[in-house]
């Protein structure tokens, strides 16, 4: 269903919600809101067309982690129907052609003004009203504020003395220049995290020279990439409705049943056995999640999963001095990687592996990167693969004041909090889409299960003409205390990651994600709707006066 509203409900409002993303999650909130619900909506984004992070991140070997047969929407079985793709995983080409489909398919486009930036909000308590504005100058204003921000957008490049005399060229791999030919060239990379892995892995075929800046040796195991023929993709298909209720109700919802038995029940041997399986299949959730029940929780069966990769680097890289470099010394709890024959690269002569953490990055000089040795590494092309300011990032970026004129900025000063993942206390009628303390899972599902929540809640407004919406701050307080009771139930608080904000310096180490899987989270948000929403204050102004 397709509805082109052109009148706002809202009093005094240019728009009854406006939309801010062009990703999987503010293209769904668009849909929802205007063609299913009948409200005037207005969206934003500053790409140039629909596609959110997979528009920016066209790096060479971008791919996503998540199998393909569920990295794609689950709300219109005919969409699902006319689903094609090649391979088991899918290439940010392959994702972006979707995301345009399902665009075209529900002209969600109708309704988006691309090439714009919106650089604040502010709610006014008068007229209940949100009001952004544009790096263009312009404003609107609406009841609504939907934030499809991305966890993964603020691009987070660290900042060394001497780059502005660098000669060389400067790439970021969350802003990839378009036509970037790197081939015949001396290229280096900083960072070896999910997505400089595979830059590395796509590169070291084609430059003269590849020179891997690492911080922070990773576990990465095989993907297992494989083609996928019409039958197998006939059968996901026809499967579909099993597949989504068991993602739906899962842990990580990638697709796979994690597994029920505790690595501690088992011996060491039974333990390789199964890894060793799981490195075969590929797929580094599901070696983390589909071998024991306890990798991530039980520091035993976690270093069984870690000694088992470390052996692999061991057999795979045939100079011992670049396989001590490429040994984690942290554990394995951080998001977990995936690509195929990373540790193989480094076989390649083009390939050299510096290790940065023995040897810091010191300058930039005009002909490349100098180390604290005094070693000068020579360079045409820098690759920035660091990361992203990740969760918050993006919504400490705009100037957005809520009640009485608090910011973002000043309620997050200590980290992140957020209700559910979606609302923030003192910020009414703002729904965040995969905003902080919301699942850490494979993203499609969950910000399905948000969005179709946010879309319930708006029309539970209206029904009863209700003016505002907003999360009481003691709810608030219980999730995020919620939040961090299960993190700490798990070891990946104990390692560096940026799920904590770890790769930002000067950031405080702060619970950023629901860690009890998206079944758990869907039965928390149907809680909240079943109790009528009590965790909630409506219409604050009324009760106030």
Not at 235 to 252: F, L, P, R
Request: hydrophobic share 40%; net charge negative.
């Amino acid at each position: 269903m397709i509805s082109n509203v052109t009148a706002t409900k809202t009093h005094g409002a240019d728009f009854d919600a406006i939309v801010v993303g062009g990703g999987f999650g503010g293209l769904y909130a668009v849909h929802k809101l205007r063609n299913e619900q009948g409200l005037h909506v207005k969206a934003y984004d500053n790409a140039s067309d629909v596609g959110g992070t997979w528009h920016w991140n066209r790096y060479p070997g971008a791919l996503s982690d998540t199998e393909s047969f569920c990295y794609r929407f689950s709300f219109d079985k005919e969409l699902l129907d006319q689903g094609s793709w090649q391979s088991r995983y899918l290439t940010q080409p392959e994702i972006l052609e979707y995301l345009n489909g399902v665009a075209d398919r529900f002209d969600l486009r109708s309704s988006y003004q691309f090439n714009t930036k919106i650089v604040s909000t502010r709610f006014d308590e008068a007229t209940g009203l949100w009001h952004v504005l544009t790096d263009k100058g312009e404003s609107a204003s609406a009841k609504y504020l939907i934030t499809g921000l991305g966890l993964l957008s603020a691009i987070n490049k660290p900042l060394f003395a001497g780059i502005d005399k660098y000669r060389g060229e400067v790439y970021h791999t969350g802003a990839w220049p378009e036509g970037a030919d790197l081939s015949g060239k001396r290229v280096g990379i900083i960072g070896t995290g999910s997505t400089g892995v595979q830059v590395i892995i796509a590169l070291a075929p084609v430059v003269q020279h590849l020179t891997v800046f690492q911080r922070s040796a990773q576990y990465v195991v095989p993907i297992g990439n494989w083609p996928e023929d019409t039958e197998t993709i006939d059968n996901y298909k026809a499967n579909y409705d099993a597949i989504w209720q068991q993602i739906k109700g899962s842990q990580v919802a990638f697709g796979f049943a994690e597994s029920t038995t505790s690595g501690l029940e088992v011996s060491e041997a039974e333990r390789d056995r199964v890894f060793e399986e799981a490195w075969q299949r590929g797929g580094g959730f599901r070696f983390m999640f589909e071998t024991f029940t306890d990798v991530a929780t039980s520091h035993d069966v976690n270093a069984s999963a870690a000694n088992f990769i470390k052996r692999k680097i061991a057999k795979i890289v045939k100079d011992p001095e670049i396989a001590r470099k490429l040994m984690p010394g942290d554990l394995y709890a951080k998001r977990p990687l995936c690509a195929t024959d990373y540790y193989g690269v480094y076989n390649r002569k083009n390939v050299s592996l510096a290790d940065v953490k023995e040897d810091p990055i010191t300058e930039f000089t005009a002909n490349g990167v100098r180390l604290a040795s005094g070693i000068e590494h020579e360079l045409d092309v820098v690759i920035f693969a660091t990361g992203f300011d990740a969760v918050d990032g993006n919504y400490t970026k705009i100037d957005i004041h809520g009640r009485g004129g608090v910011t973002i900025r000043e309620k997050w000063a200590d980290g992140p909090l957020g209700y559910l993942g979606m609302m923030e206390a003192d910020f009414p009628n703002m729904f965040m889409i995969l905003g902080p303390n919301g699942p850490f899972t494979n993203l499609p599902p969950s910000l399905e299960s948000q969005v179709d929540w946010i879309a319930e809640a708006i029309a539970t407004m209206e029904a009863d003409g209700r003016s505002t919406i907003e999360p009481t701050q003691a709810a608030e307080d219980e999730w995020v205390e919620t939040c961090r009771t299960i993190a700490n139930m798990t070891l990946f608080p104990k390692a560096e990651s940026w799920i904590f904000g770890a790769n930002i310096p000067g950031k405080k180490n702060a619970v950023m994600f629901y860690l009890g899987g998206l079944g758990n989270y869907r039965d928390a948000l149907q809680a909240v709707r079943e109790s009528g929403y009590d965790s909630m204050i409506f219409d604050r102004e009324a009760v106030l006066t």
